[in-house]
Each structure stands twice: as structure tokens, then as C-alpha cells.
């Protein structure tokens, strides 16, 4: 019965260990991935599609900035507003 439970603890922690490994190796090379996009490709095009006619009101422009502010911890920021086209879902 000590074989049993000593195996059972050993394969324990070594699972334990194994997945924090892997979660580990995944939160490395997510890191780097982020760092490597950001570094060659610090600006990607818009792709949304701007109606000059459509003005964003101040309380909207607010309400964003605030949001973003708040996620970002103060490190994002808001460089432009558009409204975007509803398109048909079918």
C-alpha cells in the first residue's frame, strides 16, 4: 500500500509539474509573439469604414476614452473614432 501511494504522489507531482511547464512555455512564447508583431508591425491599416457625414458625439468620445483608459490601465489610447456600417446579417 506505501508502493501505491508514493507512486500516486509521484505521478502527481509530476503532472503538476509537467503543466506548469507547458503553461509556462505558452505564456512565454505568446509574450514574444506580442513583442515581435508590435516591433515590425507597430500600426496595422484601418479596415473600418468612415462616413464623414456621421459625427461621434463629445459623451460617446468620452465614454470611449474612458473605457479604453480603464482597460488599458492608462496605458492606451484613443487616435480615432468612426462609426461603423451595419451590414446585413442573413
Do not use: C, W
Not at 469604414?49 to 490601465?73: L, W
Amino acid at each position: 500500500m506505501p508502493d501505491q501511494i508514493n507512486t500516486a504522489i509521484m505521478l502527481l507531482i509530476v503532472g503538476i509539474i509537467t503543466v506548469f511547464a507547458i503553461l509556462s512555455l505558452i505564456v512565454l512564447l505568446g509574450s514574444l509573439l506580442i513583442r515581435i508583431v508590435n516591433r515590425f508591425y507597430p500600426q496595422l491599416p484601418q479596415l473600418s469604414t468612415f462616413e464623414p457625414h456621421q459625427e461621434v458625439k463629445p459623451n460617446e468620445i468620452a465614454a470611449i476614452v474612458a473605457a479604453v483608459e480603464t482597460i488599458t490601465g492608462g496605458k492606451g489610447k484613443v487616435e480615432h473614432i468612426s462609426k461603423m456600417n451595419k451590414q446585413n446579417k442573413s
